[in-house]
């Protein structure tokens, strides 16, 4: 059974900087893309960043530039940096695996806020 588990949301003021962790169980994380979504309160769920299995990355528009995806297939883990946090980059925010998601996590709450 495939689990992800996100963790390292917070609170952060404008401009601040956070790491989100997906640590992954129960699928061989070399053979997936991963992704991060986020939803914000009245708000659909938006793609953040998808990591091939080979490593290549893409980003929503709105992060490109400021956000960092990653993956570190020993340790069964995917990573979002985060910086120059925005107001508007407050979310709850997903990992995800396959194209399309066919396995999320439980999400983790990012707050930007001054």
């Known amino acids: 059974q495939v689990q992800l588990v996100e963790s390292g949301g917070g609170s952060v003021q404008p401009g601040g900087s956070l790491r989100l962790s997906c640590v992954v169980s129960?699928?061989?994380?070399?053979?997936?893309?991963m992704a991060w979504y986020r939803q914000a309160p009245g708000k659909q769920r938006e793609l953040v960043a998808r990591?091939?299995?080979?490593?290549?990355?893409n980003y929503g528009d709105s992060v490109r530039g400021r956000f960092t995806i990653s993956r570190d297939n020993a340790e069964n883990t995917v990573y979002l940096e985060m910086n120059s946090l925005k107001p508007e980059d407050t979310a709850v925010y997903y990992c995800?695996?396959?194209?399309?998601?066919?396995?999320w996590g439980q999400g983790t709450q990012v707050t930007v806020s001054s």
């Open positions: 990591i091939s299995y080979y490593g290549a990355a």
């Open positions: 995800s695996s396959g194209v399309p998601p066919d396995s």
């Open positions: 129960g699928m061989i994380l070399n053979f997936n893309s």
